[in-house]
C-alpha cells in the first residue's frame, strides 16, 4: 500500500506561486509514475502533470504548459509541484496519484493510488 499525502494550497493572487508537496509513505516511489491531477467544482478530475518513475519524463496539460513544473526527489519520497503566474481558473481541489507502470498516464483509471488533495484558490 502506498499514502499520498498533498500539502502547500493555500489562497493566493492572480500572478502568484505556490509549490505543492506529495509525500508517500508505504513505499518508495522510484519505480511508480506519478501524476498530478485537480477537480473544480462541478467538473470532472483531469491531468494536470505527470513524471516517470526516473523522473527523466514530463508531460503536462496543455492549459499550464510553461506555468507549472512537476519534479521529484526519489530520496525524500516525494514530488512536488511548482505552480507560478497562477491564474483564477486554476482554482481546483489538487491531488497526486500514484500510478504502478513506469510511464506516465493521463486517464485516471491507470493510477492506483490517491491523496485526499489540497486546495488551491486563486482570487482575482
Known amino acids: 500500500q502506498v499514502q499520498l499525502v498533498e500539502s502547500g494550497g493555500g489562497l493566493v493572487q492572480a500572478g502568484g506561486s505556490l509549490r505543492l508537496s506529495c509525500a508517500a509513505s508505504?513505499?518508495?516511489?522510484?519505480?511508480?509514475?506519478m501524476g498530478w491531477f485537480r477537480q473544480a467544482p462541478g467538473k470532472e478530475r483531469a491531468f494536470v502533470a505527470g513524471?516517470?518513475?526516473?523522473?527523466?519524463?514530463?508531460y503536462y496539460a496543455d492549459s499550464v504548459k510553461g506555468r507549472l513544473t512537476i519534479s521529484r526527489d526519489n530520496a525524500k519520497n516525494t514530488v512536488y509541484l511548482q505552480m507560478n503566474s497562477l491564474k483564477p481558473e486554476d482554482t481546483a481541489v489538487y491531488y497526486c496519484?500514484?500510478?504502478?507502470?513506469?510511464?506516465?498516464?493521463?486517464?485516471?483509471?491507470?493510477?492506483?493510488?490517491w491523496g485526499r488533495g489540497t486546495q488551491v484558490t486563486v482570487s482575482s
Open positions: 496519484a500514484a500510478s504502478t507502470t513506469a510511464a506516465i498516464m493521463i486517464p485516471t483509471s491507470f493510477y492506483n493510488y
Open positions: 508505504g513505499r518508495t516511489l522510484s519505480s511508480y509514475a
Open positions: 513524471i516517470s518513475g526516473s523522473g527523466a519524463s514530463t
